[in-house]
């Protein structure tokens, strides 16, 4: 058995809005336009600070990036960059093989993060289009 005497790093909402919204090129006035009346850029600067955010408003933000709501739940860098070396790392081949039985190659793998990652990209720029476009229409009624 494993046992893992390291403290569980405590997931950061607040910092996983922040990302998401920065890899979707999304500005923080943006989004509080999205999210309403009540919600300012100094107000999204301060949410994007909380460790915890309320279920209601990750609803609201995963809804307006177009995000799971797990994403901002469940997102830990250091937890990814872990999964990605214990993938790779130098017994990766060895791992593929168990009982004879084959499973995925780590070359095979990474081929299908990377499509993942690609598709994921795409999507993104997608969404900031999409962003855009509300943008400008927004801009024209003024």
């Known amino acids: 058995m494993i046992h893992n005497d390291m403290p569980h790093k405590k997931i950061h909402q607040g910092r996983n809005i922040k990302r998401f919204r920065e890899m979707l090129g999304i500005k923080q006035e943006a989004l509080a336009f999205e999210l309403g009346d009540d919600w300012n850029q100094k107000k999204i600067s301060l949410l994007e600070q909380k460790e915890t955010v309320e279920a209601n408003i990750l609803a609201q933000v995963a809804k307006i990036l177009k995000v799971p709501v797990e994403a901002f739940e469940n997102f830990d860098e250091e ?8 993938t790779f790392g130098e017994n990766a081949f060895n791992n593929s093989f168990n009982y004879g039985t084959m499973h ?39």
Not at 79 to 86: P, R
Not at 120 to 137: A, Q, T
């Open 79 to 86: 937890q990814a960059v872990n999964i990605i070396a214990n």
């Open 104 to 142: 995925v190659h780590p070359i095979d793998k990474l081929i299908q993060l990377h499509e993942e990652k690609i598709a994921l990209y795409e999507r993104m720029l997608k969404e900031k289009d999409e962003m855009m476009v509300r943008l400008e229409k927004l801009l024209e009624r003024k």
